[in-house]
């Protein structure tokens, strides 16, 4: 069962003119773990073809709280106003963060490659609902190609309440999932095979290649 797509999807935060000729776009949804870094590293190193391919960067406005990200947004109607106030600049300035970080890093990886290398890109921020629903419905909306995400390593609690966005997402985004688990399949691992990636396969990279 898919979700229905959300009706609007805002103008990019920012982005670079994208080249001619269809791209595959890849989803690279963001928020300010370690994990999520970790995401957008290894999709740099082992996914992205800067010839054919086209990066989108997603910072949903995510609610943090001592419960962890998605237990806060589940719980965010029964917070008072004043909180729930507080909650939205926080996240709003972490996502202000992430994508600055973010563009840091496909900059880097840019001059890595050498030979003036570009890699074509563009970056959202989202505010509001749960992630989970967020990142599908935007997947949905851009046509996603591919979505990459970290894996959060949620409690038995938490999982079992709510479940993962990585989770959720396997389940219900249009097109192959890539969960990105730390210490597993790192970047450059001769494990990596880009070109296996289609649509309609979800893809663990706990999970190394044969």
């Not at 990019?12 to 994990?35: C, F, M, N, Q, W």
């Not at 001592?66 to 729930?84: E, I, K």
């Not at 890699?119 to 990459?148: M, N, Q, T, W």
């Not at 999932?177 to 880009?194: I, K, W």
Request: glycine share 6%.
């Amino acid at each position: 069962m898919q979700t229905e797509p959300h009706e609007d999807v805002p103008d990019p935060v920012r982005s670079t003119p994208v080249y001619e000729g269809p791209r595959r776009k890849i989803v690279i949804a963001l928020d300010s773990s370690r994990h999520s870094k970790h995401a957008l590293s290894w999709a740099l190193d082992n996914l992205l073809d800067v010839d054919t391919d086209h990066i989108i960067l997603l910072s949903v406005g995510i609610f943090h709280d001592r419960l962890g990200d998605v237990m806060a947004a589940a719980l965010g109607p029964v917070y008072d106003a004043d909180r729930m106030e507080s909650i939205s600049k926080q996240a709003e300035q972490y996502a202000s963060k992430i994508l600055d970080e973010a563009t840091n890093v496909i900059n880097e990886h840019a001059e890595y490659l050498g030979q003036n290398a570009k890699i074509s890109h563009e970056i959202y921020a989202l505010k509001g609902g749960d992630p989970r629903d967020v990142i599908v419905d935007f997947c949905h909306e851009r046509a996603a190609d591919v979505l990459v995400l970290g894996s959060r390593g949620l409690g038995t609690f938490q999982r079992t309440i709510l479940g993962s966005v990585s989770e959720h997402c396997v389940h219900h985004a249009p097109c192959p999932v890539v969960v990105v688990r730390e210490g597993m399949l790192g970047p450059n691992s001769a494990h990596a095979h880009p070109h296996r990636i289609r649509r309609g396969r979800n893809v663990d990279s706990s999970q190394r290649e044969e």
